[in-house]
C-alpha cells in the first residue's frame, strides 16, 4: 500500500513538474512510462491552480475591488506557471497565422519571442476572463475559478489521447500518450469536481460551463488538425487556455 502510494504521488508531482513551476524534489525518478502515466492527474493539478487561484480572488477581495483581487489571482497563476499557458497560446496563434504549412509553423512556434498576433491572443483571452469573473457574485466566481482550470485540463488528456503529436520543439517535453486507465482516472476525477460544483451553482450552470470550455477546447483542436496535422508542447498550452476560457463563458451565458 505504501509502494503504491509513494508511486502515485510521484507521478502527481510529475504532472506538477510539467505544467508549473514548482519547486519539487531534485531527486523526483522520472520516465517516459512515468510521465505517460502521470498524465491522468492533469485535472488534478488544474484543481491545485484554481483553489490557489480562488483562495487569493477571496482574500484579496476583502478589502480590495473585485478587479483588481481578480488580477492579483491571476499572477499568482502566473507565478506557478511561469506563463506556460500562455506563452503557448501566444506561440500557437502566431505560428499558425503567419506560417504555411506543417513545417514553417513548427519553426515559427519554436523561435523566440512572440509576435502581434500572439500578444493579442493572449491579451483578449486574458481580457476576456477578468470581464466574465468580475461579472459573478464572489463565490460563483471563486467555484468557477476552481472547476474551469480542471474541465481545462481534461481536454489537455484529451487532446493528447485524440491527436498526434508532433515532434516539434516545444515549451516543454509532453509526454504524447496516455493510457486507457489514466484517461478514465482523469476522466472521473474531473466529474467528481464537477459534481461537487454543481451542487453548489446548481446542475443546469454546470453543465453549461462543462460545454463551454469543451466546445472551445474542440474547435481550437480541430484546427490543430486542419493546419498542423497534430500537436506539439505549445499547443497544450493553448488548449488549456481556450478550454478555461470557454468554460466561464458558458456559465456566464447561464447566469
Known amino acids: 500500500m505504501k509502494d503504491t502510494l509513494r508511486l502515485e504521488w510521484q507521478l502527481y508531482q510529475l504532472a506538477l513538474r ?5 519547486p519539487l524534489a531534485r531527486n523526483l525518478q522520472e520516465s517516459d512510462d512515468l510521465r505517460v502515466r502521470a498524465n491522468k492527474y492533469f485535472p488534478l493539478v488544474g484543481a491545485l ?6 483562495v487569493t480572488f477571496w482574500m484579496m477581495a476583502q478589502w480590495l475591488p473585485v478587479s483588481a483581487a481578480l488580477i492579483l489571482a491571476l499572477v ?6 511561469g506563463g506556460f499557458f500562455e506563452e503557448g497560446l501566444a506561440k500557437s ?3 499558425m497565422h503567419r506560417g504555411e504549412g506543417q513545417t514553417q509553423i513548427l519553426q515559427m512556434m519554436a523561435g523566440p519571442g512572440l509576435g502581434l498576433f500572439g500578444a493579442i491572443s493572449v491579451a483578449l483571452v486574458v481580457a476576456m476572463k477578468l470581464i466574465l469573473l468580475s461579472h459573478m457574485d464572489l463565490g460563483t466566481a471563486g467555484a468557477a475559478m476552481i472547476l474551469a482550470p480542471v474541465i481545462a485540463m481534461m481536454a489537455v488528456v484529451h487532446v493528447i489521447a485524440t491527436t498526434p503529436y508532433l515532434h516539434g520543439e516545444g515549451l516543454r517535453a509532453a509526454a504524447p500518450y496516455i493510457t486507457a486507465s489514466g484517461y478514465r482516472f482523469a476522466l472521473g476525477s474531473m466529474a467528481a469536481i ?10 443546469l450552470p454546470a453543465a453549461c460551463a462543462w460545454a463551454g470550455g469543451t466546445i472551445c477546447a474542440q474547435l481550437f483542436r480541430s484546427r490543430l488538425v486542419g493546419k498542423l496535422r497534430g500537436y506539439n508542447s505549445d499547443c497544450l ?3 488549456m487556455l481556450f478550454a478555461e476560457t470557454g468554460s466561464y463563458l458558458g456559465l456566464s451565458l447561464w447566469l
Do not use: K, R
Not at 18 to 22: A, E, K
Not at 76 to 81: E, Y
Open 237 to 239: 498550452g493553448a488548449v
Open 194 to 203: 464537477w459534481l461537487c460544483f454543481a451542487f453548489y451553482v446548481g446542475f
Open 93 to 95: 496563434i502566431e505560428g
Open 76 to 81: 499568482m497563476g502566473l507565478m506557478i506557471t
Open 18 to 22: 510539467f505544467l508549473t513551476c514548482l
Open 49 to 54: 491552480l484554481g483553489v490557489v487561484g480562488a
